[in-house]
């Protein structure tokens, strides 16, 4: 077997990502057919199909699904070592890639960001919403942003956030001649407002804890909304009761739109971390981004 060359393997790693030999061809700055026949001659070196064609696009095969698991990372870190040649460099550049939930997105990691990047023009970052655990190894980012309590012990987690509480709240028109909840299963005689998780398509339950013990209620209701932001439109207008995080609220209920329900049930847990995996040596640009988001003493 003829080894392949390098230029093959990155060309085939850019597909596999892209799934679009189209995409794929534009980033490399060649044509489709061009990279159509550098595939099928890698394939043939390797003896092994490492993608499928279709009309509707271009998948890996099992095999060539593992095979970018294997060396895709491996291209991320000579593209982190390239990255540290920006040492030589009056100011840091290169893109950095953060998975995270709109919340943090919005609360934590945009208004820190936007308080430094202006001082670093060659900086790129790219911030994902996604509300699962992704794999940010796998589908390489370069970092993700969850609670504490949700990372892995095998990665490095910097805290960026305080700890958070998720709370119950709803408009006084909404619960104007209803009965309080007093305990988490009240509310399934209620209209609560549900979020649907982006990542996995399934309604997220509402978590309470008292006393050490601990709740999960999956609450009905008129609508279902895939972002936080719609959650709490609807609640203030007083579609109904709503669970969102307590810094999204702060302000609504200290000037009375929204109202706290089942405060006593409302534990804190550990706030938002960012986390990225330890046996990469961060480049600079990251370290900018990672000293900008950090909580400081």
Not at 220 to 228: A, M, P, R
Not at 236 to 261: K, N, S, W
Not at 266 to 284: D, I, M, T, V
Request: glycine share 8%.
């Amino acid at each position: 077997m003829s080894r392949p060359n390098l230029n093959d393997l990155a060309a085939f790693v850019t597909i596999g990502v892209e799934r679009s030999f189209t995409r794929a061809a534009a980033k490399l700055g060649v044509t489709p057919s061009a990279l159509s026949h550098a595939m099928r001659g890698l394939e043939e070196r390797l003896g092994v199909r490492l993608l499928m064609r279709s009309t509707r696009g271009v998948t890996p095969t099992d095999a060539g699904e593992r095979f970018l698991r294997s060396i895709a990372p491996l291209f991320d870190e000579i593209g982190a070592q390239l990255s540290l040649l920006s040492d030589e460099r009056e100011k840091p550049a290169g893109k950095v890639r953060i998975t995270a939930d709109e919340h943090a997105a919005q609360s934590v990691i945009w208004p820190k960001l936007r308080t430094i990047l202006r001082d670093y023009p060659d900086i790129q970052v790219e911030i994902v919403i996604d509300y699962g655990l992704t794999d940010i190894v796998a589908e390489r980012f370069d970092a993700g942003v969850r609670p504490g309590g949700a990372i892995a012990k095998d990665m490095i987690a910097v805290p960026i956030a305080p700890d958070m509480r998720l709370i119950t709240v709803a408009a006084p028109a909404y619960l104007a001649g209803r009965d309080l909840p007093r305990k988490p299963q009240d509310l399934l005689a209620h209209r609560c407002i549900n979020l649907r998780l982006p990542t996995h398509g399934g309604l997220y339950a509402w978590e309470y804890e008292q006393d050490g013990k601990a709740i999960k209620v999956r609450v009905e209701g008129q609508l279902v909304f895939n972002s936080i932001n719609s959650i709490l439109d609807a609640a203030l207008d007083g579609y109904g009761i709503a669970y969102l995080p307590d810094t999204h609220v702060d302000a609504y209920l200290h000037d009375g739109r929204l109202i706290e329900l089942l405060a006593e049930w409302s534990e804190p847990f550990s706030g938002y971390h960012l986390y990225y995996p330890s046996r990469r040596q961060p480049p600079p640009a990251f370290k900018v981004v990672l000293d900008a988001l950090r909580v400081h003493a």
